[in-house]
């Protein structure tokens, strides 16, 4: 097993050691759609990373030392519309010219401002976007008028977008982490979260050399056991090496909790008094509605996904429980969710698809859009645990230290 993981570890690095080595260059122009004029300190960069760079004076950006991939190209300008276009970067150089559109706001020279969030719908919307986690307590976010706000008490429904970006300052991890085009919609009848945005990161300057380390071991512990993690894990054949076990999960209606609920709605019809209570339904009404069982097999790689390099696909039916045994829960995870102390080291989430499969890039992101929905442990992590898609753990020799 010892070797199994240590294989699994040394293939990670050698890999990430080949992709860090090959790189590319990237230049373009970013000028107004309507004058041709070129737009000084536009901000582009590539979403869900630390890469970016601000235009200069002819609207010119490069990118030297890109490595070669598939991203999403971001360019923001206030007063104009948000850029955004997949590109595939090769080992040859490439260049881009960058048309951005006004807004109607800036056509018709009117500013509209926002509405004033209601203070708890925007508690609401805070609490749910940050994460109750450890680490999402540290985060700040830097201008709350910037993103608006609205609850539906009919359908029990919250929304928010952003007319231009919303900063949050994560203190845990380091990053200050920007949104464009953020919708963001939780359906609390469904017990659902849908977040959508283009993610830029800036690492933050570090006070001392202790914050620094701190950051660190942070991002770290954010990365071990995560779905970035997990995804990578099955990308490069690593799930088990990882230290992943993954096994089918069944859900199925507690037929004796239904038997009960069915009793006590009839004798409410009735007007039957709930005294005298039979022990039968005393004892099935404190049931969970729904149970769950665990498959004691462990699923293998090939039954998780579909490959035809380079190209990787998760697919799977029904649910899927995936553990992670690396690392500790999160102290807030366990006071919200209480469970035996000998669970405490182990992270269990639920994973099912809304799509017959969903596209897995190397990096550990999900490229096929709201095709994944998990539970569990990644439905707990948010903000807090946010990493971008340029992260790379420690490397090897460090790990075989601890």
């Not at 949104?179 to 977040?195: E, I, K």
């Not at 071990?224 to 690593?238: A, K, N, T, W």
């Not at 199925?252 to 039979?278: C, K, Y």
């Not at 035996?340 to 989430?349: A, L, M, V």
């Amino acid at each position: 097993m010892f070797y199994a993981r240590f294989a699994g570890l040394l293939l990670s690095f050698l890999l990430v050691a080949q992709w860090a080595s090959a790189q590319s260059t990237l230049s373009g122009q970013v000028l107004d759609a309507q004058t041709r004029k070129p737009l000084e300190m536009a901000n582009v960069f590539f979403a869900n990373t630390t890469v970016g760079t601000p235009t200069d004076a002819q609207g010119n950006f490069t990118f030297p030392t890109l490595k070669p991939g598939s991203y999403t190209l971001v360019v923001s300008y206030l007063g104009y519309q948000l850029y955004k276009q997949t590109i595939t970067v090769a080992d040859a150089p490439q260049t881009f010219i960058i048309q951005l559109a006004p807004t109607i706001n800036q056509l018709s020279e009117v500013v509209v401002r926002p509405h004033r969030n209601r203070p708890a719908d925007y508690a609401r919307f805070a609490q749910r976007f940050l994460g109750s986690s450890s680490f999402s307590k540290q985060c700040k976010i830097r201008n709350p008028d910037g993103v608006v706000v609205e609850y539906d008490a009919q359908k029990d429904v919250l929304t928010a977008y952003t007319p231009y970006q919303l900063q949050v300052d994560n203190e845990a991890l380091g990053y200050r982490v920007t949104f464009y085009d953020l919708d963001f919609q939780v359906n609390y009848g469904q017990q659902t979260t849908y977040t959508d945005s283009q993610v830029s990161f800036q690492d933050l300057t570090p006070r001392n050399e202790r914050q620094r380390r701190r950051w660190a071991e942070n991002r770290q512990r954010a990365y071990q056991g995560s779905f970035m993690h997990f995804l990578r894990s099955v990308y490069h054949d690593e799930v088990d090496a990882a230290g992943f076990r993954v096994q089918r999960l069944r859900r199925e209606v507690n037929q004796r909790r239904a038997w009960a609920d069915t009793f006590m709605l009839t004798h409410s019809i009735l007007g039957v008094r709930n005294r005298g209570l039979p022990m039968a339904v005393v004892h099935a009404l404190r049931e969970p509605p729904i149970t769950s069982a665990l498959s004691p097999e462990e699923l293998p790689i090939d039954s998780l996904r579909r490959r035809a390099p380079p190209q990787t696909w998760l697919r799977f039916q029904g649910l899927m429980a995936v553990t992670y045994e690396g690392e500790e829960k999160d102290a807030m995870y366990q006071r919200l969710f209480p469970g035996p102390k000998t669970d405490s080291k182990t992270q269990r989430s639920v994973v099912r698809l809304r799509t017959p499969e969903a596209e897995v890039a190397a990096a550990g992101v999900v490229r096929t859009i709201g095709a994944v929905v998990t539970e569990g442990y990644w439905g707990f992590e948010r903000v807090g645990e946010l990493l971008p898609q340029d992260y790379q753990p420690p490397a090897l020799e460090l790990r075989m230290k601890r």
